[in-house]
């Protein structure tokens, strides 16, 4: 099982192209993404590399084709912006004046829509409605990425611009068939001729109706990767030097993301989007770069309202926290009308243009591997994780597991636990798993309870200390029964009354139904809970949740966290090596401003002590250039922060005694 692992690593990882430098892996990247309008095709090129340039930026995402081509494209039905004077070639001028000022330029495409004379030109290319009819935005056209357009004129489109210009990069926007468009209308899936055909040769059945059957998106997602391969080879092989980026892992150099806002976005928000973006996108894929873009505005309807300052501030340091690029979105040119984003970003920038060392080559030195998908179980222990200051990875895989299994202490698996888990557990390892259960250590389930109304006793104090108040933890959903425990931990009491006051809990009955599964398994351990608790952290922060989930780490970390520090839970704090140059940083991003819906400045924190695994020889705080008194016992190091603001970074400089955090 562990050799199958392995291949698998080695098979899905990304080949490096003959004679191909990765820049985006050696460098860091301060980027800037000027998202085009058609009017913006006369801009004035030089104004907007100077504004780059004391901006501190170094890296350019700038429109190049696709809807509208800000260049003189000869392809037919690319369309040139009708903004764009005869004789000019902006993409071609803002090229030739960033590079001459040491500025990485990305050219941006979008093939999701196209104009009207293309769908009356070759109406197959495009999207269908189950009725037949196309899907209308704004006057374009949605095309499909099973399409003719996707599969096959886009390539020529890509061959010109790749052969024209020495561009750094590719990115693509809305990259396949979007699942609605820009006022939220949902478009169902695509009944072109090409998916009719397709999904009934590979799935046996006629297209559904609803967008969200797995089939369907299991369908689209494996088209999207087709379209990648083939256009990750065409940029490697005719642009070397240059590097593919979209929304998807698979096939590219670099994984885009977006931290962004949305009127009707359901609560909590997610103050950690910027975080678990590039922490999740460089940890799934380490031989990539993230670029989490931190978008500018409020909402569709609303590009040129700027998001609050701290947010924009909280996301940046977010994403050098953990490893990834700096990236700010902004509608049109950098000449905005509410410069207010631009304010909060700039001394970011600032930063990291003279810190540059610091942000190249970074490694998560994190021992815990959180699992995605990334619902609202992982995102409850991602929160948990945070807030107790316990440095981890998140991913959707187990390559750097199967590769590295020594660098891992504990797995933690939300929903689906890969069977694959079961070797590494087996020679050592300790997983945590809520809700699914795992293929390995347990019995088959007495029954299902769904939508359970309750509560759990706690049985066992002595392995929950943070519980040590309270004899009851609610339970609000489904929960998974199996035969009860020799020693039970938790015990299910299932819904009984609860009003009038009178009658409540008058009915009570206790069970011996487990609420908590610990199993021994080879020379590994398991803890199973079976119900979703990470999900009801995420939604209702209990801190009896918050407890037991901590104590239950500890108890599989043999009560040896990798951290500890007395900060406040709202200090995010990531621990970070950098091989090449044998050290390691400790990132502190300050998110005390953060409340519900507001961003405010955040709280000053002052003397923060941090104890560190391994024995280092030096600790030096950047800001004030200054280092800091060390003590060093028992194999840890410890130090104090005197002061935090909204961001700050120590590097610890190794001992040639001390063992590599990974």
Known sequence: MKRCLIWFCLAACLPV?????????????????TNLRE????????????????????????????????????????YRSPYLVPDRDTFGEVLRLARARGIRVIGRFDFSRTQKAVWEARPEWFFRRSNGEPFIYNGLYSTCINGGYYREHIFKILTEALTRYEVDGLFFNMFGNPRSDYSG?????????????????????????????????????????????????????????????????????????????????????????????????????????????????????????????????????????????????????????????????????????EHEDLYVGQENAGRVLLLGPR??????????????????????????LAARPSEFDLVIATTNVPGELEAWVRSGGRLLAAGTAPPCGLGEPVKRWEGVRGYFR???????????????????????????????????????????????????????????????????????????????????SSHHHAGLLADLIDHLLDRKRQLTTDAHPLVEITLMRQPRRNRTLVHFVNLSGHSQTAWFDPVPMRGLR???????????????????????????????????????VVVLEDSPRSAPLH
């Not at 192209?17 to 993404?33: H, V």
């Not at 890296?59 to 696709?66: E, T």
């Not at 995102?379 to 981890?392: A, D, K, T, W």
């Open 185 to 353: 209308n949902r478009m169902g899936p695509c009944h072109c001729a090409a998916c009719r055909r397709l999904f009934r040769e590979r799935y046996g059945r006629e297209l559904p109706t609803d967008d969200n059957d797995a089939a369907y998106r299991e369908f689209m997602e494996a088209s999207a990767r087709e379209v990648a391969e083939r256009i990750g080879e065409l940029i490697h092989r005719l642009r070397p030097q240059a590097a593919f980026w979209t929304y998807i892992q698979q096939h590219v150099d670099g994984i885009m993301s977006e931290s962004n806002t949305a009127v009707d976005r359901p609560l909590p928000l997610w103050p950690y989007s910027a975080s678990d973006n590039v922490n999740y996108n460089r940890n799934s894929e380490p031989q990539k770069m993230a670029i989490n873009l931190s978008m500018s505005f409020i909402d569709y309807a609303w590009r040129f309202a700027a998001v609050p300052p701290n947010e924009i501030r909280v996301r940046l340091s977010q994403a050098m926290a953990h490893g990834g690029a700096l990236a700010q979105n902004m509608h049109g040119t950098m000449d905005q009308e509410d410069r207010s984003f631009l304010a909060a970003a700039k001394p970011l920038f600032a930063w990291h243009a």
């Open 17 to 33: 192209a003959p004679g191909q430098t990765r820049w985006w892996m050696e460098e860091p990247i301060r980027l800037i993404q």
């Open 39 to 78: 009017t913006d095709s006369g801009l004035d090129a030089a104004r907007l590399v100077e504004q780059l340039v004391e901006f501190r930026a170094n890296a350019l995402l700038f429109g190049m084709g696709g809807i509208v081509a800000h260049y003189p494209t000869e392809v037919e039905f690319h």
């Open 375 to 400: 619902n609202d179980s992982y995102r409850g222990f991602y929160r948990l994780l945070s807030e107790q200051r316990i440095p981890f990875r998140a991913s959707s895989n187990l390559r750097t």
């Open 610 to 648: 941090v104890s560190v695994e391994g024995e280092f020889a030096a600790a030096r705080w950047v800001r004030r250039a200054s280092e800091l008194p060390l003590r060093r016992q028992s194999g840890r190091t410890e130090f104090t922060l005197p002061e935090l603001g909204g961001y700050e």
């Open 458 to 540: 706690i049985r066992d104090h002595a392995l929950f200390p943070s519980l040590r108040e309270t004899n009851l933890l609610f339970l609000y959903g489904d929960y998974l029964e199996f035969a009860p425990e020799a020693r039970p931990m938790l015990t299910l009491i299932p819904p009984s009354m609860f009003g009038p006051p009178e009658k409540v809990f008058t009915d009570k009955v206790e069970t011996d139904k487990p609420g908590l599964i610990l199993r021994e398994i080879g020379r590994g351990r398991l803890a199973y809970l079976p119900w979703d608790a990470g999900a009801l952290y995420y939604r209702y």
